[in-house]
């Protein structure tokens, strides 16, 4: 169909349809914004059926590739679970405010942030069972880094999976490589990344410069984002809940073009750039399931 002007009062224009038909500009614009409806609806349902061809050949690639062999052998699969999976279920989390649920209150300053944020339950399991995983690499003086999955339920972010990618450490870095494995699993499981875990295996418990910067990208994504530190050599404080203060620390580190090892400069109202988590709660009834994609 060709293209009309439309006129002041919709109508006295015409246009030609492929078939020859006259189109009055009233009813060639509605036939535009039928076109469009299923134009929309088309789009809609293709989008749906490439999300579910995507799962499903994803889904079905991997139940091949393990038959055949081809496939790391723990590839999308959980290799550890706390507690056990026939005990608990992510989805019976309890209600907010459950007794057993304890807020992280000890070391939390005051913080700058004025948005209201969401709660973050973790599991008690996660500090310990990462510690554990990571133990190798600390004996190294070797870092390690995971990723957080949490699903959203009425209002607040629930901690289930725990993703540590294959990785790049040094003793001060860690690198994640292959992310899109790390995507993949996100995705299939409709989990928002709340936030990343890492060790010093022989540094303090604090944010380096370029620790802010990986924080900043998962802020930007999730504003309840948060930034474990391990420092398991650390004797005055052993882990810590991080974030960017916000506005400040992410106006700062927005700005910033450096990479490797800088200095940022302190918000000038006398605000930190980075603070503790003021809405992290420890939760013994969640479900934690832990990828290990390293190996
Ligand atoms: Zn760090
Ligand atoms: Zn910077």
Known sequence: ????????????????????????????????????IERDKLFEITKRFLAFAATFSLSFGNIIMNKLGLMQPNFFKVTHSYPSSIISCIHN?????AAE???ITSL???STTSRVLKDVHLSTQLLDGF????EDNTSKDLETCGVLGAFLKEGTYYVTT??????DSTSSTCQAVNEEEIFA???????????????HPSQSCFMSSVDLHTQYSYQVMVPEAVAIVMAPTDTSRSYGYFRLSDPDGMK????????????HSEPLNGASIYEDCSNIYLNPNLRLEIFDLRH
């Open 101 to 103: 649920v304890s807020r």
């Open 131 to 134: 510690l554990d995983l990571a």
């Open 252 to 263: 700062i580190v927005r700005e910033c073009q450096e990479t490797g090892f800088h200095t």
């Open 108 to 110: 939390v300053n005051e």
């Open 1 to 36: 169909m060709k293209s009309v002007a439309c006129g002041e009062d919709g109508g006295g224009l015409e246009a030609k349809t492929s078939c020859g038909h006259i189109l009055t500009s009233r009813e060639s614009n509605e036939g535009l914004f039928r076109n469009q």
């Open 185 to 199: 699993i996100q995705n299939e499981q409709s989990l928002f990344p709340v936030g990343w875990i890492h060790t």
């Open 162 to 167: 725990l993703i540590i990618p294959k990785q």
């Open 93 to 97: 989390a309890p209600p907010h405010g």
